[in-house]
């Protein structure tokens, strides 16, 4: 993808690709699991579905950003999330290498060195990221027809439920879903 020259530390296509691996390794864990067992626990799979979801909706906001240069941005805004994310998992994990914990740093300054070879973006905030409700309801703009739920209903309600919200629950196992007209 050219978009991948703009973003060199984690390109867009990699990213795209790790969305999909963790999105089918969910999905189809959640699969095998039901055919092994015939049966579908109680509260477990909400979280693998969740993740899914999460996976779907970040590929889905990556690919659909817009121009190449906003996708490059918006991939660099997520590659500086994940130094971040990285950055605390550093203080309890004890790396074998350094490519394993890259110094946090220099990774900052190299991806705001990325964002500033993207033109109309040198001035933008890479340091947060939207929320993941705002990340689903994007992503869902992409997607033309469901059969029940949006991605945003389905990711609230295993968001729900993977977080012992009892109303939440109390409905998805009491309630029946309509029909569709």
Known sequence: MAVDALNPYEPLSQQLHNFVVVGMDNVGSTLAY???????????LYAMIRSAIEARSFGLWLSHAGTKNKQAWVGIRLSYRNNEDLGSL????AASSAEEFPALDAVRKKLVAYQQGIPNYRTHDITGSPKITQIVKEADSAIQSRFYFTGIQAWKACNAMAHAHFPVQRVVFTARLTTKN
């Open 90 to 93: 550093e203080s309890v994990w």
């Open 34 to 44: 039901i055919n092994k067992t015939r049966e579908i626990p109680m509260m477990a």
